[in-house]
């Protein structure tokens, strides 16, 4: 493992595991606050004067704190040296084109469909119930997967024919549709699997998704 200084917040969430992800992917050492969303962790003192808008994941690299998963995941490609296996852009004109996949599973995908679901079922007792955005978000979602299937090719990269930050976002996006069980294209079904059995996937799964009440207290940051 490299050298590094530094430390992520977040856990319990797939926009979690896109972290962990990319900072396994790259062979990185963290260290790894596991603050759980709406657990309450979000809100106090000390994470607030990390990021006052109560959201994980956030990751501080020496004296630089980036929030976003596509953003975080994003940076880290490029402050440290990347394995052969992963892609990072070189030119404008290659750097544009990972931009386009990134921006538009983040809008489409995470937040204007998935994510609209999330905020009417899960959360419905915050936000309220919505059986019709939640059937237009799941129809629109459905739409824009369809008309991007095609576009995947054998390889099972988006991009660059090497894991990218654009393979962690659609993935770590179809790992929210299959908890909601949507009826996936043949071919993206294949792709999550391809994606999902990669050993820093699976690393980054456990250490998104274990249980809170094993972590010690030592572990969590001073209330
Ligand atoms: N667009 C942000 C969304 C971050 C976000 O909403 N995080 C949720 C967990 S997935 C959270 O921290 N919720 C806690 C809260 O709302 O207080 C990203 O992709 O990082």
Not at 45 to 55: C, S
Not at 118 to 125: G, K, P, Q
Not at 152 to 173: H, N, P, Q, R
Request: with cysteine.
């Amino acid at each position: 493992m490299e050298e590094t200084d530094l430390t992520l917040w977040g856990m319990g969430t797939v926009r979690n595991l896109r972290v962990h992800w990319m900072l396994m992917e790259m062979g990185l050492d963290y260290t790894f606050y596991p603050v759980h969303p709406r657990s309450g962790e979000t809100y106090t003192e000390e994470f607030l004067k990390i990021n006052p808008r109560h959201k994980v994941p956030v990751l501080r690299h020496r004296d630089v704190v980036v929030t976003e998963s596509a953003a975080i995941i994003s940076y880290v490609s490029e402050a440290f040296a990347p394995p052969p296996g992963i892609y990072v852009p070189a030119t404008a004109q290659a750097r544009a084109k990972l931009n386009e996949w990134c921006f538009f599973i983040m809008t489409e995908f995470d937040a204007h469909t998935l994510y609209v679901i999330r905020r009417h079922t899960t959360f419905s007792s915050l936000y309220g119930e919505s059986p019709t955005a939640c059937k237009a978000a799941k129809e629109y979602f459905m739409d824009q997967l369809q008309a991007i299937a095609p576009l995947i090719d054998k390889s099972g990269f988006l991009v660059g024919g090497k894991l990218s930050c654009a393979d962690i976002l659609l993935t770590t996006c179809i790992d929210w549709a299959i908890e909601y069980s949507f009826e996936l294209p043949p071919n993206i079904v294949a792709y999550h699997e391809q994606h999902s059995n990669r050993p820093a996937y699976k690393g980054a799964f456990r250490k998104t998704f274990m249980d809170p009440a094993s972590i010690p207290d030592l572990m969590r940051i001073p209330r």
